[in-house]
């Protein structure tokens, strides 16, 4: 089992900035991929950013190229998203997301939420 707290939203206004902590405890953090989701109300989760169990790779959605920073610090065992240029649209509740794959089963473990609002 992998443990994430989730810290740092709240609100702020357009073109503002947050960053997202994600502090991971139970088992080997380096293990795990990591990822950021969000979800709004009324629409499905989805992911914003992901990044390897290294911090080598990153992916990102394209609503938040350019705008959003997602990195990990391994000795720390703490993943985060730097959020720039916030827009109202960004407004939803952000998960941490910890996956690995075992023998081609997938495991997800997630965090329970911290809210960015967004205001125009």
């Known amino acids: 089992q992998v443990q994430l707290v989730e810290s740092g939203g709240g609100l702020v206004q357009t073109g503002g900035s947050l960053r997202l902590s994600c502090a991971a405890s139970?088992?080997?953090?380096?293990?795990?991929?990591m990822a950021w989701y969000r979800q709004a109300p009324g629409k499905e989760r989805e992911e914003v950013a992901a990044?390897?169990?290294?911090?080598?790779?990153?992916d990102y959605a394209d609503s938040v190229k350019g705008r959003f920073t997602i990195s990990r610090d391994n000795a720390k065992n703490t993943a985060y998203l730097q959020m720039n240029s916030l827009k109202p649209e960004d407004t939803a509740i952000y998960y941490c997301?910890?996956?690995?794959?075992?023998?081609?089963?997938?495991?997800?473990?997630w965090g329970q939420g911290t809210q960015v609002t967004v205001s125009s």
């Open positions: 997301n910890a996956r690995r794959i075992i023998l081609g089963s997938r495991y997800d473990y």
């Open positions: 139970g088992r080997t953090f380096n293990n795990y991929a």
């Open positions: 990044i390897s169990w290294s911090g080598g790779s990153t």
